[in-house]
Nanobody, 122 residues
């Protein structure tokens, strides 16, 4: 079973940046980031295949967030720039056994981290 540990969350002012990291206990394939704000459903943020050939982004963060990975370290990153208050949420990374599609669907992911809080103040 893959264990995922997120880090890098915190409090930042609007317009600022954060970089989230997700360290996996073993080799992973497609990896994704999702987020859940209070009172809302979990939503897709970004995904990346193992080769990084395919990536996918939610429209709400496209152009501001960048997903990347370092397979040698079994780690995936989410660089978040120009943060907005509406980006406030718990951010989760997830691992899929799929390898060809950067899926946007949570049901395609088998393992989930515990989440890291991101709070963007005005």
């Amino acid at each position: 079973q893959v264990q995922l540990v997120e880090s890098g969350g915190g409090l930042v002012q609007a317009g600022g940046s954060l970089r989230l990291s997700c360290a996996a206990s073993e080799r992973t394939f497609t990896m994704g980031w999702f987020r859940q704000a209070p009172g809302k459903e979990r939503e897709f943020v970004a995904a990346i295949t193992r080769s990084a050939t395919n990536t996918n982004y939610a429209d709400s963060i496209r152009g501001r967030f960048t997903i990347s990975r370092d397979n040698a370290k079994n780690t995936v990153y989410l660089q978040m720039d120009n943060l907005k208050p509406e980006d406030t949420a718990v951010y989760y990374c997830a691992s899929s056994t799929g390898y060809s599609t950067a899926s946007v669907y949570p049901w395609d992911y088998n393992y989930w981290g515990q989440g890291t809080q991101v709070t963007v103040s005005t």
